[in-house]
Every structure is written in C-alpha cells, then in structure tokens.
C-alpha cells in the first residue's frame, strides 16, 4: 500500500510520457503538416516533401514560410488558454494542453531568436520574401520577440506544472523531456531520405527547444491541489497508435 500510495501521488511515468510523446507529436504536425502544408494548398501549390522537421512546396512563398509558426503559435495560445480553464479534475487533458503550449513557446521563440540571428529560418524568410531583406532594426526585434516568447514560456511551464502536480512538477518535467525529444528524434530515424538536417532539426524543435523543462524544480503553490496522474492504459495505447501513424508518414516522409 505505501507503495502504490508514494507512486500515484507521484504520478505515473508511463500515462506522463504517453502524454509527452502525444504533445510533441501534435506541436510537428502543426507546424510542419497544417501550417506549412496548409498554406502551400491553399495557394495552389503541391507538397514536395513534408517530414518531421523538413518542408517544401512547389509554389515557394513567403505565405507559406509564415504558415508554420503562426499557425503554432495560435495552437500555443489556445492550448495554454483551455489549460486554465480546464480544472485538475481533468489531470491528462490539462497536462496535454500544459505540454503543448510550452514546446510551441519553446520552439517558436527558440526559432525566431535563431532565425534573426543566423538569417534563416522560415520568419526570416517570410520577411525577407514579402518585404525584403530584413535589416537590423527588424532583426533586433525580432530575436527580442523570440526570447519574450520563450522566457514567457518558461514562466508559464513552471507555474502551470507547479500548480497541477505541485513538488512532483520537477519529475513530471524530466520525463515529458526526455520521452518527447526520444519520440520525436526516433520518428525521424525513418525518414527515407536518411539522416542529416532532418533529424538534427527534429532533436533541435522539441529536444533542444525545450531543455528549460530540465530545470522545473516544483513547488507547491497555494490555493491549489497537486492532481495526481494516474496509470491510463487508453491515452498509453493512443501515444502507440499515434506515434506509428505519424512514422508511417510524416516520420518516413510524404511528398513527390
């Protein structure tokens, strides 16, 4: 019994990566599939190549460089707005929408920093296709918008973790990193077209982008009760399912 008590208060490791692995999985195919892909369509184009990290579309625009990360961000703030609303009555979903918006807030700012730093990416080139070549002033702000968006995260990740699972945040944290950067990098050990920068961009949107998840420390927070997370065999056996659909495409890559 004092067992099976320490580990439920704790929260189940195998239901948190589950849901881990579902977020991730989730942030990709939002940016890359629906954002990236959905602009590309939209404006007549053809998918030539869309992967766990990599896309390219017959009709190049700067529309569809932007598509991506907007279309995340919206699914960012959503996410993060339904978390408040959603109470710890709802553990799962609310950790799902937790995780969610902070590997967009991860990876988007994260992205937008190096975007305006390296001069790449797909908002530099968004900008430098619809209105020129970025200068200074505009890059400067946008890597300030970035590191806004990112430091914004972090707040949001520890204070929403802290709030749901209270000291179990930090372990909560540590596994949602590791089994989303694993299932994520593995997925992309299928692509067809080998490795190379598509699973180094694969590790650098979720695994890289979100190390900040290794320094929760959790705390309790007044005024709330830590929601423990418990074995959940159908959200377990819904990662699977989703993971192997996502291998089978977008993991092994579609496009012509």
Not at 40 to 56: D, E, K, N, P, Y
Not at 85 to 90: I, Q
Request: hydrophobic share 55%.
């Amino acid at each position: 019994m004092a067992a099976g008590g320490s580990a439920n208060t704790r929260g189940d490791a195998l239901t948190i990566a589950a849901i881990a692995v579902l977020a991730a999985l989730t942030v990709t195919v939002s940016h890359e599939a629906i954002g990236h892909g959905g602009v590309c369509l939209a404006i007549g184009g053809r998918v030539t190549l869309l992967t766990s990290s990599l896309f390219h579309c017959s009709a190049p625009s700067g529309l569809i460089d932007m598509g991506g990360p907007l279309f995340n961000l919206l699914v960012g703030v959503a996410a993060a707005a339904a978390s408040r609303v959603v109470g710890v009555g709802r553990p799962v979903l609310k950790l799902f929408l937790i995780l969610v918006a902070a590997f967009v807030a991860f990876w988007e700012g994260g992205y937008l920093i190096k975007a305006m730093l390296l001069a790449e990416g797909d908002l530099y080139f968004a900008w430098a296709n619809l209105v020129g070549p970025p200068n200074a002033l505009v890059r400067g702000v946008g890597a300030a918008a970035g590191l806004a968006l990112y430091v914004a995260g972090v707040v949001f990740v520890d204070r929403s973790l802290s709030s749901l699972t209270g000291p179990g945040a930090r372990r909560t944290a540590r596994i949602a990193w590791l089994t989303a950067a694993a299932g994520t990098v593995a997925a992309a050990l299928f692509y067809r077209g080998g490795v190379g920068p598509n699973l180094r961009d694969a590790f650098l949107e979720i695994g890289a982008a979100s190390l900040p998840l290794l320094l929760i420390r959790g705390r309790a927070v007044n005024g709330s009760t830590p929601a423990p997370i418990g074995r959940n065999w159908s959200v377990v056996l819904l990662a699977v399912a989703v993971w192997v659909v996502f291998v089978l495409t977008q993991g092994r890559g579609l496009g012509s």
